[in-house]
């Protein structure tokens, strides 16, 4: 299997290079990761529970970084066994390049092989699954680094709206922030209800 994907992210090349290399924002990242530990230099134990296709299984292995050229680039070499589902092994070369001020472009080319179980569902539904586990790591990622973009882009919705709908938003957060005026809100509402009732 082999797989090669750019993504970018929105942060400096430093503070990528930084989260790549923090183990608790790799677990948090990473897919059915339960963890992440330090295992001798740039090595670490890693245990992970994972599905391919039929297969679900808990997968122990190690984890080493080597050819380390910081903050630019390294290679994960990784090997697992899960028992009787099987094992997987692989490498993968990590490349962060500068793409302005406040953003980064991570590339990796990754390749891996599966043996037992996991060997025989196909190669199809491995690559599918690893292409899933992937974007789910690269979508988790980006949220840890964003920091408060969720924020920002609720700002944007807002600058963004309709003009009734921007009122209608004004509205609601005045009444909330001044109980009077909810009050004074809901008694036009019940006079007006009253009045279309007794017309119909």
């Not at 991570?106 to 060997?119: C, I």
């Not at 840890?144 to 009122?167: H, I, M, R, V």
């Amino acid at each position: 299997m082999e797989l090669t994907e750019t993504h970018s992210l929105p942060v400096p090349q430093q503070r990528a290079w930084e989260a790549l290399n923090d183990t608790a924002i790799l677990k948090a990242c990473i897919p059915g990761c339960e963890s992440i530990e330090a295992d001798g230099e740039n090595a670490y134990a890693v245990a992970l529970t994972a599905a391919v296709g039929p297969v679900k299984a808990r997968f122990k292995g190690r984890m080493q970084l080597a050819d380390i050229d910081a903050p630019r680039s390294y290679t994960i070499q990784f090997e697992g066994q899960g028992g009787a589902a099987g094992f997987g092994k692989g490498d993968a070369r990590v490349t962060l390049e500068p793409a302005g001020d406040d953003a980064t472009t991570l590339s990796y080319t990754a390749s891996a092989q599966v043996g037992g179980k996991l060997a025989q569902i196909g190669s199809r539904l491995v690559d599918g699954a690893a292409r899933k586990i992937a974007a789910e790591f690269f979508k988790r990622f980006g949220e840890q680094l964003g920091g408060n973009a969720s924020g920002d882009a609720n700002a944007q919705a807002n600058e963004s709206a309709a003009p009734g709908e921007a009122a209608n938003t004004n509205t609601e957060a005045a009444s909330a922030d001044d109980p009077s005026a909810s009050g004074e809100e809901t008694q036009k509402r019940k006079r007006s209800w009253t009045a279309w009732i007794s017309k119909s």
